[in-house]
């Protein structure tokens, strides 16, 4: 462990206490809050409150933005492009005052990720919005709906849902999900726009876009060449392993891309590190991505996506592109995932088992049929215009800040 991981570890041991959490979450709701917008994420600069916090950046608003994250790179790269952040390792004290006083906290995954677990700092959001984007639409069941498949009583499994379900406000993007999302978080205020990250797919790239999207040039120069270029997305699965994890299909990909004009790139999910990645990388029309990169300014340049059951499936279902998906009903996987049933019963995807994938492969960038099909899918699951998710999200945070300082500003004298 590195002097910096283990002050950041020490930092969150003090952290930990129960009674001073208790106590900050009652400071927390009385003290007269500033006009500040905290954002959260991974370890990474990615997803959905990345590009939310850019663009509330980019435009004229009354209030103060911060980029909060323990991890040293991330600030010192949004730092050096003069972009506001706070290590919140660095000056305990000043996180303190700074999570105790904003109006509003916006997350992308579970609270409990971003703020490493930590009991005071997330009882110091306790008198703030807090409001989840998540990351895509899921076809896992999540947080407070895994409750029937695990123990509580284990506090590392508890503590996650603790936290998640002090969240105000949730996205959903189409009516079809607001009891999913509702029931995932114990919240009953939804917020309809889309994804923030799913812009970038439909616009120019802009400069900060590429922050957290740094890859070798190998890649560039592999994507631009005259092959098809076909991204493979293996999800978060919990310690179970699907196809996409094996050897088998990583040798099936290497042979077809040195067969055919196709170069595969295989970027893992950011809960997973990918074990002998730099011998595949060195595969001929084969690279490897890894797992935290942002790989959504790069989507709109792939000719399909390759997936068991990752989320982002959906979101590329905008680029009008092809989607495959392993073929999981007939196996024994998770007891609870993946639930197609969470999604409209669409014929969206081409769906292959690890004897037809070669022939799902070729139909998928030769012989696709699906593309009006997708085209409704995607108009089902998002039902605003997905180019202004952003817009339609700062407008409703913009409307929580005046809110609050309308509220701290009322009081009763009696008398």
Not at 10 to 37: G, P
Not at 139 to 158: A, D, F
Not at 286 to 312: K, M
């Amino acid at each position: 462990m590195s002097a910096d991981a283990s002050s950041v570890q020490a930092t969150l041991a003090t952290l930990n206490d129960q009674a001073m959490a208790i106590e900050f979450a009652s400071i927390s709701q009385r003290v007269r809050k500033r006009r500040l917008v905290l954002y959260f994420g991974r370890e990474t600069f990615s997803d959905n409150t990345k590009y939310l916090y850019l663009s509330d950046l980019a435009r004229e608003r009354n209030y103060e933005v911060i980029w909060c994250s323990f991890s040293s790179q991330v600030i010192n790269s949004l730092t050096a492009r003069g972009l506001p952040c706070l290590d919140l390792a660095q000056n305990i004290d000043r996180t303190i005052d700074l999570l105790l006083h904003a109006s509003v906290a916006v997350f992308s995954v579970n609270a409990n990720e971003s703020l490493r677990g930590a009991y005071a700092l997330n009882a110091c959001l306790a008198g703030a919005k807090k409001v989840q984007l998540w990351h895509g639409i899921s076809v896992k069941h999540l947080v407070l709906e895994l409750i029937p498949h695990l123990t509580l009583r284990n506090s590392e499994i508890r503590r996650p849902f603790y936290m998640a379900s002090q969240t105000d406000y949730v996205l959903s993007t189409a009516s079809f999900f607001d009891r999913y999302w509702s029931g995932v978080f114990g919240c009953r205020n939804l917020v309809r726009a889309g994804f923030p990250r799913n812009e970038v797919l439909l616009r120019p790239i802009k400069p900060f876009d590429t922050i957290g999207c740094e890859y070798d040039m190998d890649l560039d120069m592999a994507m631009n060449a005259r092959r098809k270029n076909v991204l493979v997305l293996p999800t978060w699965q919990r310690g179970q392993e699907t196809y996409l994890m094996t050897p088998r299909f990583l040798s099936t990909l290497t042979a077809i891309a040195q067969r055919e004009s196709i170069n595969f790139v295989l970027k893992m999910h950011p809960m997973y590190k990918l074990v002998g990645a730099d011998t595949i990388r060195q595969g001929e029309g084969f690279t490897f991505i890894d797992a935290g990169v942002d790989v959504y300014p790069l989507l709109h340049r792939f000719d399909a996506l390759v997936t068991d059951y990752s989320s982002i499936m959906f979101d590329f279902l905008l680029t009008g592109k092809p989607v495959m998906t392993l073929d999981l009903s007939n196996q024994q996987h998770q007891n609870f995932e993946p639930d197609f049933s969470l999604v409209p019963d669409l014929p969206y995807r081409h769906v292959f088992t690890p004897d037809t994938f070669i022939e799902q492969l070729g139909k998928a960038l030769y012989r696709d049929e699906l593309g009006p099909q997708r085209q409704i899918m995607a108009s089902t699951i998002f039902e605003t215009d997905p180019t202004q998710a952003s817009s339609q999200l700062l407008s409703f945070i913009d409307r929580l800040v005046d809110d609050r300082e309308i509220s701290d500003g009322e009081f009763t004298v009696h008398g």
